[in-house]
Every structure is written in C-alpha cells, then in structure tokens.
Nanobody, 120 residues
Framework: QGQLVESGGGSVQAGGSLRLSCEYT?????MAWFRQAPGKEREGVAI???????AYGDFVKGRFTISKDNGKNTLFLQMNSLEPGDTGMYFC?????????????????WGQGTQVTVTS
C-alpha cells in the first residue's frame, strides 16, 4: 500500500488559506483527507477517485478543494475561508471504497498528519 507523507500545515488567521500536500509512494483508487479536532472524533473532509470524481464533508460548504497530481504522486487539499472550527490534525488516507468513505473503518492506510491551526 505504500506510504503517505503530509505537509503544508501551519497557523493562519480566520479567513485565510492553506494548501496541504500528501506525497504517496503508490497510487490508489480512492484517496482522502480526514481531520481530527482536540477531543473530537476523526471525520472525513474530502475524497477523490481515480477519475477525478470528488466528494466533501457537509461542513466544507465549498471552501475546500481536493485534487491530485499523479505525475508527481501528490494529493492536495486547498483550504480557503478557514474558520477556527477547522483547527485540527489533518490526515491523508487511502480508502477502500467510495460508499461510506468518511467512516474510519474504510481507511486502509493513514499518513502521520499535519497540524492546522486557525486563529480568530
């Protein structure tokens, strides 16, 4: 299944933007971003399949965009209009299927995570 390495996290003021990257060693049919805020369960942020089809968590509301560059083996998450509620650890993941992709039991491989902090 390979390895996933995230980067691009940091601290930003509310309304700002961040672009997360995830380098992978082996391409996969379904790749996703999850996040976990302190004291909360990990939740699905976005998923992209091999054809480029995407889906997002309801809380995204058009603010984030998931994409991938197969030539560079890199998955991206462009996050705009960030809010303090977006603060948390963001994880890149390989997912086994599209159906119920946002559930943690669909994940077959996790990255180590990158921290995103949004200040008001």
């Amino acid at each position: 299944q390979g390895q996933l390495v995230e980067s691009g996290g940091g601290s930003v003021q509310a309304g700002g933007s961040l672009r997360l990257s995830c380098e992978y060693t082996k391409n996969h049919v379904y790749m996703a971003w999850f996040r976990q805020a302190p004291g909360k369960e990990r939740e699905g942020v976005a998923i992209i399949d091999y054809s480029g089809k995407t889906a997002y968590g309801d809380f995204v509301k058009g603010r984030f965009t998931i994409s991938k560059d197969n030539g560079k083996n890199t998955l991206f998450l462009q996050m705009n209009s960030l809010e303090p509620g977006d603060t948390g650890m963001y994880f890149c993941a390989l997912v086994s299927q599209w159906y119920l992709w946002h559930q943690q039991d669909r994940v077959v491989l996790w990255g180590q995570g990158t921290q995103v902090t949004v200040t008001s």
